[in-house]
Nanobody, 114 residues
Framework: QVQVVESGGGLVQPGGSLRLSCTAS????????MGWYRQAPGKQREFLAS???????NYQDSVKGRFTISRDNAKNTVYLQMNSLKLEDTAVYYC????????WGQGTQVTVSS
C-alpha cells in the first residue's frame, strides 16, 4: 500500500495562490501517475489534474491555466500550484497514485474567502 500526506492548504483571498504538496510513503508512487482531487462540502470528490511518471499532464477544464501539477520523483512528492483562486475552489484537496494503491489521505483544506 501507498500512504499519502497532503499539506499546504490554508485560507486565501480570491485571486491568491497556494502550493499544495503530497508525499507518498513508498517509491512505488514514482513509477505511476499521480493525481490531485478535491471534494467540496456536499459534493463528490472530483479529479483535478494528473501527471505521469514521465511528465505528461492532464487537467480538468475548470482548472486549466490556473493550476499546475508537478512532481519530484526523488522525493516521492507531487505538487499542485494553484493561482487565481476562486471562491468555488474551496474544498478539501487530496492526492494519490493512479490507480490508487491505498487509502485516501486526510487531505488539506483550501478555503478561498474575502
Amino acid at each position: 500500500q501507498v500512504q499519502v500526506v497532503e499539506s499546504g492548504g490554508g485560507l486565501v483571498q480570491p485571486g491568491g495562490s497556494l502550493r499544495l504538496s503530497c508525499t507518498a510513503s513508498s517509491d512505488t508512487a514514482s513509477r505511476y501517475p499521480m493525481g490531485w482531487y478535491r471534494q467540496a462540502p456536499g459534493k463528490q470528490r472530483e479529479f483535478l489534474a494528473s501527471m505521469s511518471s514521465t511528465g505528461s499532464t492532464n487537467y480538468q477544464d475548470s482548472v486549466k491555466g490556473r493550476f499546475t501539477i508537478s512532481r519530484d520523483n526523488a522525493k516521492n512528492t507531487v505538487y499542485l500550484q494553484m493561482n487565481s483562486l476562486k471562491l468555488e475552489d474551496t474544498a478539501v484537496y487530496y492526492c494519490h497514485t493512479i490507480p490508487r494503491f491505498g487509502p485516501w489521505g486526510q487531505g488539506t483544506q483550501v478555503t478561498v474567502s474575502s
